[in-house]
T-cell receptor, first 112, second 115 residues
């Protein structure tokens, strides 16, 4: 079965510091991968998605970037965090068909 | 452009009441998928149901039921005899059949079920 690993679960970072959140998946090959952000009390905003190694599509202009160095690895990064980057970050995957998305446990990021 | 609207921000009911969560979507695609997810306080997203645009048959799963109507672009979710454990944020979502199968979420409806 498919599983998604996200870490860390919580993170507190100062403004201006770098960020690297990692998402790895198991039990599937060539998945579509997604990064979502949920601001406090808000809905989920799609940030990036990837249909394959090295292929990244950005949905909204922002202070973040994403990379997919391996088939089952999806990384969310920032060179300098802003206060507005605080939120709950979720990684998700879909298989080859347009099935439901499976979500990781999420990382709660607080920028102070 | 695709859009999902959940007009109800918060709903509060007393245990055993029935409650319906509304979802209205917009898309120009003829093939698309609709979903409902539950987000309990722990934060993880739990998949509840998936419907494709060609299947308007309503579905019932225990106390949960879904009403999909293409004529009104709605995909409403009803919980019968609500329980405290149903308290969560519920998201309606829409996915295209192209372009990476991106899933667009509504803003969510927070449901409080009081004992």
């Amino acid at each position: 079965s498919q599983t998604i690993h996200q870490w860390p679960a919580t993170l507190v970072q100062p403004v201006g510091s770098p960020l690297s959140l990692e998402c790895t998946v198991e039990g599937t090959s060539n998945p579509n991968l997604y990064w979502y952000r949920q601001a406090a009390g808000r809905g989920l905003q799609l940030l990036f998605y990837s249909v394959g190694i090295g292929q990244i599509s950005s949905e909204v202009p922002q202070n973040l970037s994403a990379s997919r160095p391996q088939d089952r690895q999806f990384i969310l990064s920032s060179k300098k965090l802003l206060l507005s980057d605080s939120g709950f970050y979720l990684c998700a995957l879909k298989g080859v068909r347009n099935t439901e998305a499976f979500f990781g446990q999420g990382t709660r990021l607080t920028v102070v | 452009a695709q859009k999902v609207t959940q007009a109800q921000t918060e709903i509060s009911v007393v245990e055993k009441e029935d409650v319906t969560l509304d979802c209205v979507y917009e898309t120009r695609d003829t093939t698309y998928y609709l979903f409902w997810y539950k987000q309990p306080p722990s934060g993880e997203l739990v998949f509840l149901i998936r419907r494709n645009s060609f299947d308007e048959q309503n579905e019932i799963s225990g106390r949960y039921s879904w009403n999909f109507q293409k004529s009104t672009s709605s995909f409403n979710f009803t919980i019968t005899a609500s329980q405290v454990v149903d308290s969560a944020v519920y998201f309606c979502a829409l996915s295209r059949n192209t372009g990476g199968f991106k899933t667009i979420f509504g803003a969510g409806t927070r449901l409080f079920v009081k004992a």
